[in-house]
């Protein structure tokens, strides 16, 4: 479930090379729209970020901190509201988040988003053009938002192509030769210059004059290993071209990313309209794929792992019902409690949560089923013990149903009372974990304590063998 942080992160990009002072222009003329909201208490910006930064950016990128006063507003319609506000700034993709949602974002998929499309293949401009074809193909989804495609661009460089007979001729590698012309024209720290407890990198490179452009660098001389000196213009040819601004990798390949952000819908069923929409409108030429990255990725994740691990635990608690009551009839009747929780949860979660079977709700299911297994054993072991003090089956069914009544009863009871507060605080921060829990619990307390009851009673008058379980408990109970 998506966090109630009471702060808002609002992540701004123009396009490349797009200087500081323009980017600030825009950046400030956020802040305004932003300022003019009634919920919006404070904003910070940042603008750019240093290039040996753990999120180093551009000057053309800026992150503006919102303080917002959800007493009288809800998180959602504070977002929605902001979005409309600043849906009109031109040529900028905005994105808006929360604080810690935002970094589990960017841990999970590299992006800031909810939902991150990986794009893939060998070509950087086809990559680009199958981006936009995706853009179009899944804009106006219903819930989806805040999308766009990573920023890129073509920008001028400075290309050193070099020629190998040459550079054999003087023992110059291609290393020796790139490392020579960054320490001239980019520099290199050589050492410090320290004045009082102040330390600053001495770093030595040619003067601008002698670094301006391609024809002075074609100039300018270096040292090679078999003493000469020489031209970087007889070890290379150096030219001014146009390149591309940034190359994203993962896991050796290259990408792209559209990102995107879920309002009003779960991540789930909208990822699934974009795969639809995708496979209908867009051919993907040879070598060319895309991932779904981002909550919706670690979220089919987690659902795996608890699948398995629940069926596991399920496995493990039969087992153990049968190496205490030492009959299988017993242990199966012990586990109907499962589905008569099960529709209660279920019920739960579509009254008051919207049908989204988040991973809250699924661990609301792990809680309910282990409290429903421990009601089935009050009964199933009860009914057993009245059989080894030779009741008959209709009489321990009767009198074990009435004296476990109370404990059953008091179980449910206590965890209902204790879980209520966290089910009517789902719109106040810190709880959005617990709420979905709390909901699906409650829902399935109240259809298993009332089913169990009857239904397991019921069951076990008409299938419980009376003489194999007395003989099953008697036999166990002698070898214990």
């Known amino acids: 479930p998506e966090f109630q942080e009471g702060t808002l992160v609002i992540s701004a990009v123009t396009a490349p090379g797009t200087g500081l002072q323009a980017s600030t222009g825009i950046a400030q003329e956020i802040e305004g729209r932003l300022l003019e909201h009634p919920a919006v208490e404070a904003t910070s910006r940042r603008t750019g970020r240093a290039e040996l930064s753990a999120h180093a950016q551009g000057a053309n990128a800026s992150e503006i901190d919102v303080q917002v006063d959800l007493s009288e507003r809800e998180m959602s319609e504070v977002t929605a509201d902001v979005r409309a506000r600043l849906s009109s700034i031109p040529g900028t993709n905005i994105t808006i988040g929360q604080p810690i949602g935002h970094r589990i974002d960017h841990m999970l998929s590299g992006t800031r988003t909810d939902i991150a499309l990986k794009i893939f293949g060998p070509d950087l401009y086809e990559l680009r053009d199958l981006a936009g074809q995706v853009q179009g193909a899944i804009e106006g989804t219903p819930g989806l938002v805040d999308l766009s495609v990573a920023r890129q661009a073509d920008v001028p460089q400075l290309r050193l192509y ?10 110059v590698t291609p290393g020796h030769l790139n490392h020579a012309v960054e320490a001239l024209v980019g520099g290199e720290a050589v050492s410090q210059v320290r004045e009082g407890q102040l330390a600053f990198g001495l770093t030595v490179r040619l003067d601008s004059a002698r670094r301006a452009g391609a024809t002075s660098i074609r100039n300018v001389l270096i040292d090679t290993p078999t003493g000469p000196t020489v031209p970087v213009s007889r070890l290379a040819t150096v030219q001014h071209e146009r390149g591309p601004n940034t190359i994203s990798r993962e896991d050796v390949q290259r990408k792209i990313v559209v990102s995107a952000n879920t309002s009003g819908r779960d991540v789930g069923s909208v990822v699934a309209d974009l795969q639809r929409r995708i496979a209908e409108q867009v051919d993907l030429p040879e070598n060319y794929y895309y991932e779904v990255g981002g909550q919706y990725e670690n979220a089919r994740q987690a659902s795996r792992r608890i699948g398995w691990l629940s069926l596991v635990a399920l496995l493990v608690v039969f087992l153990l019902l049968y190496q205490e009551f030492g009959s299988a009839r017993a242990a199966t009747l012990v586990l109907v409690n499962l589905p008569l929780a099960l529709t209660g949860g279920v019920a739960a979660l579509f009254l008051f949560l919207g049908g989204t079977l988040d991973i809250a709700a699924m661990v609301g299911f792990v809680t309910l089923f282990g409290i429903a297994v421990r009601n089935g054993i009050l009964l199933v072991s009860h009914y057993i013990t009245l059989l080894q003090e030779d009741k008959s089956l209709r009489e321990a069914v009767l009198q074990g149903s009435m004296e476990r009544l109370n404990p059953i009863l008091m179980t449910a009871l ?54 194999a379980l007395r003989s099953a408990s008697e036999n166990h109970s002698l070898r214990d």
């Open 414 to 467: 206590t965890a209902g009372l204790a879980l209520i507060p966290l089910a009517l605080g789902g719109g106040e921060p810190g709880k959005e974990i617990q709420t979905p829990l709390a909901i699906v619990t409650i829902g399935g307390l109240l259809t298993s304590t009332f089913l169990n009851m009857v239904v397991v009673p019921v069951l076990f008058d008409r299938f419980g063998d009376q003489e």
């Open 162 to 171: 070099p020629k190998r007979q040459e550079m054999a001729k003087y023992g």
